[in-house]
């Protein structure tokens, strides 16, 4: 989580491989100089969404492409990465002997492409259960597939996409709304180095709604709120005013993903607070 010592190391022993999240990318960009990376010949990432103002960042600095990649504890874990000449928006294709399908989520027929669904994976990588829960274990597998969670595509060429979590949906007034993509639209009008984060909570009048938690405090949630219904985002999918909180930073993992945990425990203790005293209460 060092930046600077992840500059100093490289650059002591020459490394010719990175393999990071975007987060720690992100960092790096800021605080290791061109030389200290000099003998990188790959960079690859995963674990969270790369985002392409991080690409591009990295390239201008490094002069190396962000090889982006996926895969999930349950596969030991690589399922998927891009070749030298990554395919933008993608996370590759499978890695050898490891086979990718994407179903429908509900009623399981496929395999679909170019479609989005229920991303199924098999290989010799496979875990062979969770301990001491068999019944957690039959949940996830459809005979000798591992049922991801994550909601993607495969296009006709078989590289991989990830749009989101199925556990990351919320039905509204009876519409799935996808929090990646309303995140994406709120990381977007952020300063560099700041994030965001969706969660949903019950809803008496529409199901559920939307709690945008984000970082910057240069922008008003007042701001944000207008800036967003200037959007392609549907207005169903917008959090309400008072829903954009501006908390001092998003929890994270080591690994630099958000820490949902964390942030679900947040909302249960904090969401009848005003947002002001939510904002001092992380600080």
């Known amino acids: 989580m060092d930046a600077k010592t992840i500059g100093d190391l490289t650059a002591k022993y020459r490394g010719t491989i990175i393999i990071s999240t975007p987060t720690f990318y992100a960092a790096y960009v800021r605080k290791i100089q061109p030389e200290q990376f000099a003998h990188l010949r790959y960079a690859i990432v995963g674990a969270e969404k790369l985002r392409p103002p991080i690409t591009a960042a990295f390239k201008d600095r490094f002069g190396l492409e962000l090889i982006e990649g996926y895969g999930?504890?349950?596969m030991a874990p690589v399922v998927a990465v891009n070749m030298p000449e990554p395919r933008p928006g993608s996370v590759g294709r499978p890695i050898?002997?490891?086979?990718?399908?994407?179903?429908?989520?509900?009623?399981?027929?496929?395999?679909?492409?170019?479609?989005?669904?229920?991303?199924?994976?098999?290989g010799p990588n496979r875990m062979?259960?969770?301990?001491?829960?068999?019944?957690?274990?039959?949940?996830?597998?459809?005979?000798?597939?591992y049922a991801t969670g994550d909601i993607a595509t495969i296009d006709a060429d078989g590289y991989l996409r990830i749009t989101d979590r199925v556990s990351r949906f919320s039905k509204i007034a009876g519409e799935m709304v996808p929090h990646m993509k309303v995140e994406e639209e709120i990381q977007a009008l952020l300063e560099e180095g700041h994030t965001a984060t969706v969660v949903s909570v019950p809803d008496e009048a529409r199901g559920e709604r939307l709690i945008a938690f984000y970082s910057d405090p240069a922008i008003t949630p007042a701001e944000l709120w207008e800036k967003l219904t200037a959007t392609s985002?549907?207005?169903?999918w917008i959090?309400?005013?008072?829903?954009?909180?501006?908390?001092e930073a998003i929890p994270t993992l080591g690994s630099g993903k958000v820490d949902m945990l964390s942030v679900a425990k947040f909302v249960q203790e904090r969401l009848a607070a005003k947002p002001e005293t939510i904002a001092r209460a992380t600080g």
Do not use: N
């Not at 994407?102 to 479609?115: F, I, Q, R």
């Not at 062979?128 to 597939?145: I, K, N």
């Not at 985002?233 to 169903?236: E, G």
């Open 96 to 122: 050898p002997g490891v086979s990718a399908r994407v179903v429908d989520p509900v009623a399981g027929g496929g395999p679909l492409v170019g479609e989005e669904g229920m991303l199924l994976v098999s």
């Open 128 to 145: 062979r259960g969770y301990l001491d829960d068999p019944d957690l274990t039959a949940s996830v597998f459809h005979r000798e597939w």
């Open 239 to 247: 959090p309400k005013r008072e829903d954009l909180r501006q908390i």
């Open 233 to 236: 985002l549907p207005r169903l």
């Open 72 to 74: 999930c504890t349950e």
